[in-house]
């Protein structure tokens, strides 16, 4: 009993520093904090847990018919400590159904009958998948109710066979690229996540957000047409059995190799002895531990490129890119690749990439998978390493990290904006990654429509979407790292991520461990870009200039906190320049002064940059009368 007392003080006592600092906690999100299962000061709790898959699956594809059946085995564990009475079952192609919610409208030959379930075993026990008070379907989800519940640290067993055919075109991030091309992702049936903050995740696959899966291990078989060939998640595990002498030969000499392999070339496609069988069909196979999900790519006539990287643990990461003929710029994009996972690995965020491979299938716009990634050709070398860098960084955010990006999109794709910055400037001479993400959102911050980061991604649409998953977080972490200065914010950003890494953090874990790693904290800071409404906004509110000493006042009329930029010009000539990180306002304060000794011959004062957003540029120049 005294024990109980002792632990029930020290929670109050945390819990009472922390509501001094005045950050605001949903009530679901609270209960965490009170069973142990998160901490204060950013760590997982004591009694943190998560559940876990292990997938078999089997798929047979049928080009012709585009239809893909498939069967498989989940052994689900129940780490948590609560009996389960029901599970949840993600049927991802029923988004294609025509009574199906959507974020957005789809061409008619785009809709399908979705997924069709022939059985459905639990436990070894065969159950009617027809019986609605047992098989819920909602959109793309499935609530199975059981009678043999799911008891607290035990597994479950569920036998699946299903079908379903691949729309004709490609929308929501997969699909038929072209006669002979598809792309196979939210495919299989998948459990949701059931963790500490929320239970089931009921929230449906609706197009806009992206994924929320625990970490599983998978073991796929997938059998194509003899020609067609596969590019997946995982490592594939039986390349000797499919490839032909020749072309085995260069895929093992690209996985060791720092330069790049034209393992299938444009000569090549026309060779009927690429594949060592004769018969009509071949089975690849793939072994992927420890992700969240599973995805892959398949032709029968695209270009074949291989480099590998020896990441700083002296392993190699084999590095592939998969692509149409016409799309002239992927002959690059293998060497892109691998550029970016060196420049992750090496210095930001100076983690060995962390997985054996990873593909970059050239399909259509940009979506990231586990080791592999789904990128439209570009019309510039800007835009190929861009999109290349930017769909590669999710290998971190979300998937290293098991983030919730339905509910929090700002938690990964606000760092893949941020994260390849200093690289797509560095590979493309006059990229301008942060000028555009920073004219992207000060044109609408401000506005009716853009939403604090907190809001759940899940409940928004359109142009408030994109500015809260994207350009606004990409600012804020970026700015976080200007004051911070590159050590610091790697060491803070290191601790967040070993962490967390492998489990499922959530926006205050990110918050409490950065505190802690920094030695202070910084709610200055996140309130305004994480918590609040809000816009930036600087102005010049006043100057004097007087016996060569030059006295500004800096107005911050906006309620975030953006870095300082001053520029004394004579004509059109630069005098000095002047910058001051954002934590400048860290005393809440709304005026900074700037002094300046033995100013001469200058005739204009401009505030800004085209990397700092202000929502009002009007009031940031002043001229200087002589």
């Known amino acids: 009993m005294k024990t109980k007392i002792i632990l029930i003080s020290i929670f109050l006592f945390a819990l009472q520093n922390f509501s001094q600092t005045n950050y605001y906690i949903p009530r679901n999100v609270l209960k965490a904090y009170e069973k142990g299962t998160r901490s204060f000061d950013g760590k997982p709790g004591e009694k943190y847990w998560q559940n876990s898959s292990d997938y078999k699956i089997k798929a047979r594809i049928d080009p012709?018919?585009?239809?893909?059946?498939?069967?498989?085995?989940?052994?689900?564990?129940?780490?948590?400590?609560?009996?389960?009475?029901?599970?949840?079952?993600?049927?991802?192609?029923?988004?294609?159904?025509?009574?199906?919610?959507?974020?957005?409208?789809?061409?008619?030959?785009?809709?399908?009958?979705?997924?069709?379930?022939?059985?459905?075993?639990?436990?070894?026990?065969?159950?009617?998948?027809?019986?609605?008070?047992?098989?819920?379907?909602?959109?793309?989800?499935?609530?199975?109710?059981?009678?043999?519940?799911?008891?607290?640290?035990?597994?479950?067993?569920?036998d699946i066979n299903w079908s379903f055919e691949i729309p004709s075109t490609s929308f929501a991030r997969m699909g038929t690229y072209d006669s002979t091309s598809f792309f196979i992702a939210y495919w299989y049936p998948q459990m949701a996540v059931y963790d500490d903050i929320d239970g089931w995740d009921y929230n449906e696959y609706t197009g806009f957000t992206e994924m929320y899966n625990d970490f599983s291990n998978f073991d796929v078989e997938i059998t194509v047409p003899n020609g067609f060939h596969i590019w997946s998640t995982g490592v594939w595990q039986n390349p000797d059995e499919i490839l032909s002498n020749e072309f085995?030969?260069?895929?093992?000499?690209?996985?060791?190799?720092?330069?790049?392999?034209?393992?299938?070339?444009?000569?090549?496609?026309?060779?009927?002895?690429?594949?060592?069988?004769?018969?009509?069909?071949?089975?690849?196979?793939?072994?992927?531990?420890?992700?969240?999900?599973?995805?892959?790519?398949?032709?029968?006539?695209?270009?074949?490129?291989?480099?590998?990287?020896?990441?700083?643990?002296?392993?190699?990461?084999?590095?592939?890119?998969?692509?149409?003929?016409?799309?002239?710029?992927?002959?690059?994009?293998?060497?892109?690749?691998?550029?970016t996972i060196k420049y992750f690995s090496e210095e930001l965020p100076a983690i060995p990439f962390p997985y054996p491979s990873c593909t970059v299938w050239n399909g259509s716009g940009g979506m990231e998978y586990p080791m592999i990634v789904n990128n439209g050709s570009a019309q510039s070398k800007e835009g190929t390493v861009g999109v290349t860098s930017h769909e590669i960084a999710h290998q971190y955010m979300p998937f290293y990290m098991g983030i919730n990006e339905r509910k929090h999109a700002f938690m990964d794709e606000g760092w893949a904006v941020m994260l390849p910055f200093d690289f797509q400037e560095r590979m493309t001479e006059g990229a301008q990654p942060r000028e555009r993400n920073a004219s992207g959102f000060e044109n609408v911050a401000g506005y009716d429509m853009e939403m604090p980061l907190l809001v759940p991604s899940n409940l928004l649409s359109g142009y408030s979407y994109r500015v809260s998953a994207y350009s606004r977080p990409g600012l804020a972490y970026d700015f976080l790292r200007d004051f911070l200065g590159k050590e610091k914010f790697l060491k803070a950003l290191h601790h967040y991520m070993k962490r967390w890494n492998g489990k499922h953090p959530i926006p205050y874990d990110f918050y409490f461990s950065f505190n802690e790693a920094v030695g202070e904290d910084l709610y200055w800071y996140w309130k305004p870009w994480f918590f609040e409404f809000g816009y930036p906004d600087l102005a010049i509110k006043s100057y004097e200039l007087k016996d060569g000493i030059l006295k500004v006042e800096i107005e911050r009329k906006g309620n975030l906190p953006v870095p300082i930029k001053l520029i004394l010009m004579d004509n059109e000539n630069m005098i000095k320049e002047l910058y001051y990180t954002a934590d400048v306002w860290k005393s809440g304060n709304s005026i900074f002064k700037v002094s300046v000794d033995n100013v001469k011959d200058i005739n204009k004062i401009i505030l800004g940059s085209a990397k700092i957003p202000d929502s009002n540029r009007n009031d940031n120049e002043v001229l200087i009368s002589r």
């Open 64 to 158: 012709k018919t585009r239809i893909l059946t498939g069967s498989e085995t989940i052994v689900y564990s129940n780490n948590s400590p609560d009996t389960l009475k029901e599970i949840v079952i993600r049927l991802y192609p029923n988004i294609s159904k025509p009574s199906s919610k959507r974020d957005f409208n789809i061409p008619d030959n785009a809709l399908t009958d979705g997924v069709k379930i022939s059985s459905f075993r639990f436990n070894q026990n065969e159950m009617n998948h027809y019986d609605k008070n047992i098989f819920k379907f909602s959109g793309t989800n499935l609530r199975v109710i059981l009678t043999d519940k799911i008891a607290p640290s035990s597994k479950a067993i569920i």
């Open 248 to 339: 085995l030969k260069r895929y093992e000499q690209a996985k060791q190799s720092d330069e790049v392999v034209r393992i299938f070339t444009k000569e090549d496609l026309t060779n009927q002895n690429r594949y060592k069988s004769r018969d009509d069909f071949h089975t690849f196979r793939f072994k992927a531990d420890y992700v969240p999900d599973f995805a892959f790519g398949m032709s029968n006539h695209y270009l074949w490129d291989a480099v590998s990287y020896l990441i700083p643990e002296n392993k190699r990461v084999y590095i592939a890119a998969a692509y149409k003929e016409s799309s002239k710029d992927f002959v690059d994009v293998a060497y892109y690749a691998k550029e």
